[in-house]
């Protein structure tokens, strides 16, 4: 079962606007990860956010986490056509020695030039 | 330093055949985990393997397994295929068993007919 939900679904803007999507998740937590996935491909691994932190940069990312609510946000600032991609975030769960993650189904970025 | 390689990258498989997929983690990186991931979903966790050990076991059927050599690369195996296991299979590798620093490979698309 998904442990977080992003929200919107899908999102479409024009190059050089800001997008924000949103990550709501159900159980507590120790951190919060995004992720960002081209076509199909492999994650990678944008940025981590910790629960005793509310924000959090990387460039041009910013990170939000407002552990009351469960929920997280993830702004692109100025976003380029590469940025392109589907965009998840992901939990921790650990269940005795094992260490999983566990992903919300994602958001599916277009950003059109 | 090479990433987390995952053989093959595409592969097609008849309903009821076996299928095994590699993954070779990152240079001392002693952590590997598996996740399927189902067109328009985000990834499920399999499997994590550590020290060669089954640390922890996802929802999936006993027609998935798993094992890790002691070189750190990893098999997951998955038998009487069906329809449904069409999927991308991603690895991926931690140095530990933390819940972060986590390190995803680009992917298996599996398609059975």
């Known amino acids: 079962s998904q442990q977080g939900e992003e929200d919107p679904q899908a999102l479409s803007i024009q190059e050089g606007e800001n997008a924000t999507m949103n990550c709501s998740y159900k159980t507590s937590i120790n951190n919060l990860q995004w992720y960002r996935q081209n076509s199909g491909r492999g994650l990678v691994h944008l940025i981590l956010?910790?629960?005793?932190?509310r924000e959090k940069h990387s460039g041009r990312l910013r990170v939000t986490l407002d552990t009351s609510k469960k929920s997280s946000s993830l702004l692109i600032t100025a976003s380029r056509a590469a940025d392109t991609a589907s965009y998840f975030c992901a939990t921790p769960i650990s269940s005795g020695s094992a260490r999983q993650l566990t992903f919300g189904s994602g958001t599916q970025l277009t950003v059109l030039p | 330093d090479a990433g987390v390689t995952q053989s093959p990258t595409h592969l097609i498989k008849t309903r009821g055949q076996h299928v095994t997929l590699r993954c070779s983690p990152i240079s001392g990186h002693k952590s590997v985990s598996w996740y399927q991931q189902v067109l328009g979903q985000g990834p499920q966790f399999i499997f994590q393997?550590?020290?060669?050990?089954?640390?922890g076991r996802g929802n999936f059927p006993d027609r998935f397994s798993a094992r890790q050599f002691p070189n750190y690369s990893s098999e997951l195996n998955v038998n009487a295929l069906l329809l449904g296991d069409s999927a991308l299979y991603l690895c991926?590798?931690?140095?530990?068993?933390?819940?972060?620093?986590?390190?995803f490979g680009s992917g298996t698309r599996l398609t059975v007919v």
């Open positions: 393997y550590y020290e060669k050990e089954e640390r």
């Open positions: 956010i910790r629960s005793n932190e």
């Open positions: 991926a590798s931690s140095s530990g068993t933390a819940n972060y620093g986590y390190t």
